[in-house]
């Protein structure tokens, strides 16, 4: 994977934190905000672009840290996805969606980035499939 970082000062290195880390941190690339309560940022060029074009298929998918997440720093669309030929910069815009505001400092690891393996299947139409007799939400039953 290629890494071109706009501000690289912001990351002593671009890799996981440590070696069982399942991504790796995107920091706050901009002034300290505080976001109240339903306020949300405009989209915000966090300084990373990727070049994933070299890789076995897969995409990039940025989500909110766990721990801010719980506060209320949620992303504006839930979840952004990457393709893998997508190489401009990543672009995010953060909601508040909790009680309290929140102060986001330049520097702060405010998401996350994952590499997520895809399949690329070769499609066949048919005219139904065959049930395996479950189906609807909570089909598996309760606990």
């Known amino acids: ?7 690289p000062q912001l990351y002593p290195a671009f890799a996981p934190t440590t070696a069982l880390s399942a991504g ?7 002034r300290e905000i505080v976001l109240l309560p339903n306020e949300r940022t405009a989209p915000i060029d966090l300084g990373v672009s990727l070049d994933l074009r ?26 952004g996805v990457i393709d893998q030929d997508y190489t401009n910069p990543i672009m995010a ?6 009680r309290r505001e929140i102060v ?14 895809i399949l690329r299947p070769a499609v066949t139409l048919v005219s139904e499939i065959d049930g395996s007799g479950r189906g609807g939400l909570g089909s598996t039953g309760v606990a």
């Open 1 to 7: 994977m290629k890494v071109h970082l706009k501000h």
């Open 104 to 117: 986001i400092r330049t520097g702060d690891r405010i998401l996350q980035l994952l590499l997520v393996p």
């Open 24 to 30: 790796f941190d995107l920091r706050w690339p901009d």
């Open 54 to 79: 070299g890789l076995p298929p897969c995409m990039a998918v940025i989500a909110p840290r766990s721990g801010l997440g719980s506060r209320g720093l949620n992303l504006a669309n839930t979840i």
């Open 93 to 98: 815009t953060l909601v508040n969606t909790g």
